[in-house]
Nanobody
Framework: QVQLVESGGGLVQAGGSLRLSCAAS????????VGWFRQAPGKERDFVAG????????YYADSVKGRFTISRDGAKNTVYLQMNSLKPEDTAVYFC????????????????WGQGTQVTVSS
């Protein structure tokens, strides 16, 4: 079992930056691939970025490629999502999730989820 807690969300103007954190407790976090997802009001939860257990592989949705960076700090049991050049369409609740195995984009393939953190980008 692993517990995930997101933080770092907030209100930012378009063009600004935020860094989200996903802190883990419980079983060894290094055993899990981690993904970030987001869900806007009335929309499905979509994949944003993923990082492998070692941190050596990452994968991004086309909509955030070049603007967002996912990373992990094994010593702190934390995965980060650095978000730059934010746009109003990035507004959503952001969730981190963990799974065994490789990076996948489908929500149903992730076993553990955090409670989410709100990101609002004003125009």
């Amino acid at each position: 079992q692993v517990q995930l807690v997101e933080s770092g969300g907030g209100l930012v103007q378009a063009g600004g930056s935020l860094r989200l954190s996903c802190a883990a407790s419980g079983r060894t976090f290094a055993s899990y691939t981690v993904g970030w997802f987001r869900q806007a009001p009335g929309k499905e939860r979509d994949f944003v970025a993923g990082i492998s257990r070692s941190g050596g592989s990452t994968y991004y949705a086309d909509s955030v490629k070049g603007r967002f960076t996912i990373s992990r700090d094994g010593a702190k049991n934390t995965v980060y999502l650095q978000m730059n050049s934010l746009k109003p369409e990035d507004t959503a609740v952001y969730f981190c999730a963990a799974r065994f195995g490789g990076i996948l984009t489908q929500t149903r393939t992730y076993d553990y989820w955090g409670q989410g953190t709100q990101v609002t980008v004003s125009s």
